[in-house]
């Protein structure tokens, strides 16, 4: 109850301190030069007030209208505005990751409606969306535009793995992606864009420390470098960290409760590189990607043996080249061709290691027929070559040392513009080699009658089987999903805005990992299609913003009580929940400009309660049991200019009420919870050496 009436407290504190400092601040908008106000999202100008939007447009020579026609298309092949678009989208700005002391996206996407996390296998920890288990092929991450999903399961292990330091802006599609991204956009997509060397100019460098109560917490170097010359824009962005998962005891899988491990003492770590380069000219544009990310867990062998710690690597290389060709003033013609090499799951020493080659051409055409109306079409065709390492390993469903795998999909989208409401309408179709044929649909119409909108979306999208489901299983099939969402959006006034949506998500054919003891791959144990899955909710969000500072505050609920959820997913006794997966979420966070160089940005967090399986029961069967709810607490203050000009520091308090929330296993796999972090504090230290030199 006091935890209750402290957030309510909150709440009121927030709007009534946004109103209190409505102004503009003239003096930061006077500094932003003509390249520095055409970089800004169409959302975060959406969410400044009138009187900052009229001050830029007149800097720019521009109407208001004119300058709010920055465009974003994470949603669709067509740049449309956030109200627009067709997906229920989130943004989150540069500023609000900053401000808010984000230590790695696992903090940056807690603060985003419907999104939890949960522990797989293997010292990995992956997400959920709405109520779904999405870890595993139902979720694209992108970074600038590359796939950084893994092509042995499609998944994407999280926690200091992707700097926050470079990120620009993030695009987040609350749903399914399929029609325009393929079998592995499921039920969401997030679209991570990096600093260009037009935002860098010079080179940044920052330093974090983190300190957890019993052991460190990570250790980051991030430098970023970047410069326009002539028609060209050059990046050059490093990330070297080192991080612990957890500091408190734990034990693997419910046999060995009796036996924990002091992860404060080793057994958590977490290693990162990562590197992005990039170069883009006026119709030409180049980027290469290393990823190298390590997770250490402890295995437990036997008496004798005792307990012992691996190293998990995944390691990724990808490359593009894009061309974009302008025909005419109506006709754009865009031909890509990406490389992406991984090395997942690799173990020093494993009998079975393996890496994946995949080779991907596309072209796209976008043509407008007129003012009001656009088409957009395309082909993509990717070939994966896998391939083992160690002489020892084989492919299991082949028997062989190599496998092959080829997929062709075509795409089209249409869109019609009238002068309130926008119909779009188009799909994806996809021919495997291995799995046969694929198809996702999608129809939508969304409308802008003045402070008032609405999106009405229908879709069919599917998650493809990658190698390693194919590899141990018998006659795999694509999963299929049939999601429709509803949403609904107020502005206030000038700088306060609110959003609602509703949505059904049904999933036929999903494919889950069973176990049945036995030796034989594809028999014992590997990957079925089972019946029918899928969750229903709704997702309420606030914002509002003045240039004093900003607050949100959403809640998100989902139920599952109207789908036939699989065994390994359900809750034993309760229709309602999903395995390891809130199924209330509220969440508050916001920033506050004290002074033109000082701000505080608090964040609260409540995570209802979940169920996972924890233990045995007395015939040696996994039981499932009850976890309280979380409640997160967590502190930012940054100084801008900290001592002098170009110099910044940002500490911060995460879990300040020390929670240490558990991640849980969103399916009966036989691992106990994974315990979290306790209490950590941190500190960042950043230098932009144009402004410091300066």
Known sequence: ?????????????????????????????????????????????????????????????????????????????????????????????????????????????????????????????????????????????????????????????????????????????????????GGIAELGVINIITKSGKDISGAEISATYGQLIKSTGRTNLNINTGMTLKNWDISAKGFVGLANRSDQLYAETFDDISDPVDLSKGGSEIKTKHFNLGASGQNLSFRLIYDDYKTRYVSYVDSATGNISTFNEFRSVLGEVNYSLKVNDKLSITPKINYKYNRPYYEEDYWRNFYISRYTGTVSLNYLINEHA??????????????????????????????????????????????????????????????????????????????????????????????????????ISPEKSFVTEIELGYRINENMFVTANLYDIKIDNTIIYFDNGGPVAGEDWGYINAKSSGSNGLEVEYRAKYSKGYATINYSYYTVAFRSVPESFAVPNNENHALGLASHKFGINGSLMVSRS?????????????????????????????????????????????????????????????????????YNGWYTPYPGRSREILFKLSINLAAFRN
């Open 374 to 475: 656009t088409v957009t079409t395309g082909m993509e065709l990717y070939s994966d070559h896998g391939r083992c390492i160690e002489d020892t390993g084989i492919f299991i469903v082949n028997n062989q040392r190599t496998i092959n795998i080829s997929n062709m999909s075509a795409f089209a989208e249409g869109l019609i513009k009238t002068k309130k409401i926008n119909l779009v309408a188009g799909g994806r179709i996809e021919k495997n080699s291995e799995f046969g044929w694929a198809l996702a649909p999608r129809i939508g119409a969304t409308g802008i009658f003045k402070k008032f909108h609405f999106k009405t979306l229908v879709s069919g999208a599917f998650r493809s089987p990658a190698i390693g489901n194919i590899d141990v299983s018998k006659n």
């Open 598 to 666: 000082f701000s505080v940005s608090p964040s609260f967090s409540v995570f209802g309660k979940k169920y996972a399986y924890q233990s045995l029961d007395q015939d040696g069967n996994p039981e499932a049991g009850e976890f309280s709810p979380d409640y997160l607490v967590n502190l930012s203050l940054a100084w801008d200019k900290f001592l002098t000009k170009g110099l910044s520091l940002t500490i911060s308090g995460y879990d300040l009420l020390n929670q240490k929330p558990s991640f849980l296993q969103p």
């Open 1 to 181: 109850m006091k935890i209750m009436k402290w957030a309510i407290a909150v709440i009121v504190s927030l709007v009534l301190t946004a109103n209190l400092f409505s102004q503009p601040d003239r003096a930061k908008l006077e500094e932003m030069t003509r390249e520095e106000i055409m970089q800004l999202s169409q959302d975060v100008l959406l969410d400044m007030s009138i009187e900052d939007l009229s001050f830029l447009a007149q800097k720019l020579g521009v109407s208001m209208d004119e300058l709010l026609k920055m465009k974003i298309s994470v949603a669709s092949k067509t740049a449309l505005t956030p109200r627009e678009t067709p997906g229920i989208i989130s943004i989150i700005t540069e500023e609000e990751i900053r401000n808010s002391g984000a230590r790695d996206m696992i903090d940056v996407l807690r603060l985003v409606p419907g999104f939890d996390f949960g522990y797989d296998v293997q010292g990995v920890v992956g997400v959920g969306l709405r109520g779904n288990w999405v870890h595993e092929g139902k979720m694209l991450l992108m970074i600038d535009g590359q796939q950084m999903n893994e092509n042995s399961y499609y998944n994407f292990a999280f926690g200091n793995h992707i700097p926050v330091d470079q990120i620009k802006r993030i695009e987040i599609i609350r749903g399914p992606g399929s029609a325009i991204y």
